[in-house]
């Protein structure tokens, strides 16, 4: 019998399809546990560019990864930094080692705790054409009333920028790669308004106080939280769409000013500081993260990115807490008003380095 394709073709047809099987096996990375190889739920990956390519899901998998990504990044909160090279399907990430110090019991005459921290921003936003990497490092305030509700506190629960550095990035196809240090935010990528600190108090689980290294809670549609318990720290994954259907949620808030903003991931991590009592507070949190991703529609995000399709943005911070006081209402109502003018950009001592790429980004914007 003749056959309907020249063998010629045939080879060339099967080397092209073996090809393409090859280059869709490498978009798919899995971020394990070095210590028991169970999946790393929301580690965040970054290309080698410096952008934010996703998190990884509820099997510690991220797909979509070109070849052109590689070398990856992955960071997560309680694990060391970890790099990836093409063609290496899975990356084991090593517990972080924290350097712990004591509590300071909350005086009872002083019911307002302020923490200091150094914060981290993460942000890109990507077009088919443009890429937009954006980067800032904060000292920020946060002012927490311990009890929850303190009488005639005026302060709210939210950080308060003290000193930033910002540095952006842009790039497209028609060749334009520019950097810069900003003096202001990024405010079309940048989400630094919805970052936010753990501050209720929080107990072990039941399986985990029982002995369990790890236990979850189940929302209506997926996990919910994930609590992990190491010698090292008692760390609580929250996934805030777990309610949501299809995991995605378009808030109205910003719809009423004038676009439309896809949430498919809203989660946080924090790392507590291990204790006997297995019950948790702010002054327990060694470092937290959070992070988001966003489509972007709508006309102002067709102008604020000078295109007619829908903008992919990725958000993650990572949140390092520093010091901490106690203070009166009358204190804190004070620093509320007037805040320090004399703050800097200082590094946390426990962060972690910065990826390469962003490294980089920094080491760039600074020499213009």
């Known amino acids: 019998m003749k056959s309907h394709l020249p063998f010629r073709k045939f ?167 520019s950097v810069s240090c900003r003096a202001t935010p990024r405010d079309d990528i940048s989400w630094f308004q919805l970052v936010g600190m753990p501050v209720n108090d929080i107990d072990e689980t039941e399986a985990i106080s029982s002995g369990a290294r790890t236990d979850s809670v189940m929302g209506k549609h997926s996990r919910r939280s994930l609590m992990r318990r190491t010698p090292q720290a008692y760390t609580v994954l929250n996934d805030y769409l777990s309610d949501k259907k299809d995991h995605r949620e378009s808030p109205l808030f910003f719809k009423l000013l004038g676009f439309t903003l896809d949430l498919t991931e809203l989660s946080t991590n924090t790392a507590y500081r291990p204790n006997d009592s297995g019950h948790y507070g702010p002054a327990d949190i060694l470092s937290s993260t959070m992070a988001l991703d966003i489509l972007g529609r709508g006309k102002w995000i067709k102008k604020a990115f000078d295109s007619d399709a829908p903008v992919a943005m990725h958000g993650y911070f990572e949140i390092y807490p520093m010091s901490t006081e106690y203070l009166t209402v009358d204190e804190a109502n004070e620093l509320w008003r007037n805040a320090p003018t004399d703050v800097t950009v200082t590094p946390a001592p426990q962060a972690t380095p910065l990826p390469e790429a962003t490294a980089a980004l920094v080491a760039r914007a600074q020499k213009h």
Do not use: W
């Open 11 to 177: 080879i060339v047809l099967t080397v092209v399809l073996l090809t393409a099987v090859c280059a869709c096996a490498q978009q798919r990375v899995s971020v394990t546990d070095s210590s028991d190889r169970t999946p790393v739920i929301a580690a965040t990956v970054f290309a080698q560019s410096g952008n934010i390519l996703g998190i990884t899901d509820n099997n510690g998998t991220l797909a979509g990864i070109s070849a052109a990504d590689y070398p990856l990044t992955e960071r997560c909160i309680g694990y060391e930094p970890a790099t990836c090279a093409a063609g290496q399907p899975e990356i084991a990430l090593t517990p972080a080692t924290y350097a712990l110090g004591e509590v300071t019991v909350t005086p009872d005459d002083r019911p307002v705790m302020r923490m200091i921290c150094y914060i981290r921003e993460y942000s890109s936003g990507a077009t088919p054409t443009d890429t937009i990497q954006y980067f800032a490092e904060h000292t920020a305030d946060l002012f927490i009333p311990i009890p929850k509700k303190v009488k005639g506190l005026k302060s709210k629960i939210v950080f308060r920028p003290l000193a930033s550095r910002h540095y952006d990035r842009t790039a497209n196809s028609r060749g334009v790669d």
